[in-house]
């Protein structure tokens, strides 16, 4: 009963934010009227923000779906996937989540977590060289270049708050993995926190993100991810920290890396352009470093 008077409750309070959606799945179980039962307020307040699955093993439902979260998404992010519908939608329906069961709450929770991958991928917009002044170029198909794919990671990179930095790292390793062997068991992008696995060996990974490196931070940081370590039976933790010259050059530890928040933007750019397997996730993650 008190879980449906909150639901209630924040339904009635959503317009009052601005660019807010919230997914929220719900069963219909046949001939269960204990909903009613409990708030029939909830009911009459649900009418026209519920979108009732009928078949979600149908592609067109699946697709219904997409679609509906992915309007709410662009609109709260103010970008537009459109350029990568296909292959977001391929990602969709190949994730092993839904495969081992394809019920509209793994579908849901696909949606959004592949959404959340390509939500900070450059655009697609390309446009033609113009050569210089007399200047004779060769005709070529590929002498195209993407003037745009850049220019929007560097600005929200440097735009954004040390929380958004970590958010944006864990997009781009979220994608590495992906693209890897290695399968999310743990995810807290809060924390800037997850734990994978590969054959057998359990790996774990710190993002941290701060205004302020120091000596003194950046220890009590790497302790903390050792005794995790060891609590979880970890076979190795990669930790990324921020570069701050004069502070962690004496730093040698094994599977840190100091990334050089100068060069973020550009290295993720590589990051995302990558579609092939990544064997290695750590070499990958190197590429950040400032010492590199």
Not at 18 to 33: T, W
Not at 103 to 121: A, E, K, S
Not at 216 to 228: M, P
Request: contains cysteine; charged residues 30%.
């Amino acid at each position: 009963k008190v879980f449906f008077e909150d639901i209630k409750l924040f339904t009635d309070s959503i317009d009052t934010y601005k660019n807010l959606f919230f997914v929220f799945a719900e069963s219909e179980s046949v001939g269960n009227d204990s909903e009613s039962f409990d708030d029939p307020a909830y009911v009459s307040r649900k009418k026209g923000r519920t979108y009732q699955i009928e078949n979600i093993s149908s592609e067109v439902e699946v697709q219904k779906l997409f679609k509906m979260i992915k309007s709410r998404y662009e609109k709260y992010y103010e970008i537009s996937l459109d350029a990568y519908v296909d292959e977001i939608l391929e990602a969709i329906n190949n994730d092993p989540q839904v495969k081992t069961n394809s019920n509209y709450r793994n579908y849901t929770q696909v949606i959004m977590r592949i959404l959340d991958q390509y939500r900070n991928r450059p655009s697609k917009t390309h446009k033609i060289k113009k050569p210089s002044p007399n200047v004779t170029v060769p005709q070529n198909d590929n002498d195209e270049e993407n003037t745009n794919e850049s220019v929007g990671l560097t600005d929200k990179w440097k735009s954004a708050t040390s929380i958004s930095k970590k958010t944006l790292l864990c997009d781009a390793l979220e994608y590495i993995l992906s693209r890897s062997d290695e399968k999310i068991i743990i995810r807290s992008k809060k924390r800037g926190f997850y734990q994978t696995q590969n054959q057998g060996d359990k790996i774990e990974y710190h993002i941290i993100s701060t205004d302020n490196p120091s000596s003194s931070d950046f220890i009590k940081r790497y302790n903390q991810a050792l005794r995790t370590q060891e609590e979880s039976d970890v076979a190795k933790s990669i930790i990324l920290y921020p570069y701050k010259q004069g502070t962690n050059d004496e730093f040698k530890y094994e599977n840190v890396i100091f990334y050089d928040i100068d060069k973020v933007p550009s290295v993720l750019e590589q990051i995302y352009s990558n579609t092939e397997n990544i064997e290695d996730v750590f070499s990958c993650l190197m590429a950040l470093e400032t010492r590199c």
